[in-house]
């Protein structure tokens, strides 16, 4: 019997809109610099993992001025190296102080609290299950997700990003059940799928834009209403 769904984040429940990546190559352009969206794709999660990994030894909203300018200076020059353009610290510092002016909106997708409200109705435990490095409840306040979740774990809370066990046995350990009554919903085969089904926990994958459809050892879905066929 399944008595609690986990979702992960970012292209699960929501999205950047402008993508990330249009935001960056937006204000690359701006400063007469190129940068394909597509190859930023690939190089921001690279990215991502690096300023994870960080955080976790040293938490960077601690650090003194310098050494967090210096942090976020790398991220991008990891994130550009990543999608083949090489610039100065200086560079990435104006492309930074660009981004935080053009803006990241996070969005929902318009089939998120409907499912999230028919999931709670059935007295389902609903938690989030995601691979940031930032505290994730002013994140879900503004989205409107707070009074649907139960409980959020973050890879810098359980100090592992997916697919690594322990990142799903704290969201267990939360929802208080077992591996085999909970379903883990995530869009990414190798992050999502095995890493939930490397405790136990089953999985369904939100393909949304049809990328995955080698995939046929698990359930693959296009939208979040059909998680409730696998409850």
């Given at each position: ?11 699960t429940l ?20 190129e ?18 990994e ?16 210096a ?51 059935r ?46 046995l ?5 929802a ?13 085969y ?6 939930a ?12 834009n049809?990328?995955?459809?080698n ?6 879905i296009?939208s ?8």
């Amino acid at each position: 019997m399944i008595k609690a769904v986990c979702f992960d984040l970012h292209a699960t429940l929501a999205h950047y809109q402008p993508s990330r990546e249009e935001v960056y190559a937006t204000a690359c352009h701006e400063l007469g610099l190129e940068v394909s969206p597509e190859a930023l794709r690939e190089s921001l999660p690279q990215a991502d993992a690096w300023w994870r990994e960080e955080n976790s030894r040293s938490p960077i909203s601690k650090k003194p001025p310098k050494e967090k300018t210096a942090a976020y200076s790398e991220y991008v020059l990891r994130a550009l190296r990543g999608a083949g353009l090489e610039v100065s610290h200086d560079v990435a510092l104006q492309i930074l102080t660009k981004i935080f002016q053009n803006g990241l909106k996070f969005e929902l997708y318009d089939d998120a609290l409907p499912t999230l409200k028919l999931l709670k109705e059935r007295n389902l435990i609903l938690g989030l299950i995601s691979n940031v490095g930032i505290d994730t409840d002013s994140i879900c306040k503004d989205l409107g997700l707070q009074p649907y979740l139960d409980f959020q774990v973050t890879s810098f809370e359980a100090g592992h990003d997916k697919p690594h066990p322990e990142i799903f046995l704290t969201a267990l350990e939360k929802a208080q059940v077992k591996a085999e009554e909970a379903i883990y919903v995530g869009d990414q085969y190798d992050l999502d799928v095995v890493g939930a089904r490397g405790v136990g926990m089953k999985a369904v994958l939100i393909d949304r834009n049809d990328s995955f459809t080698n995939v046929t050892d698990c359930p693959r879905i296009h939208s979040l209403t059909e998680v409730v066929e696998y409850i």
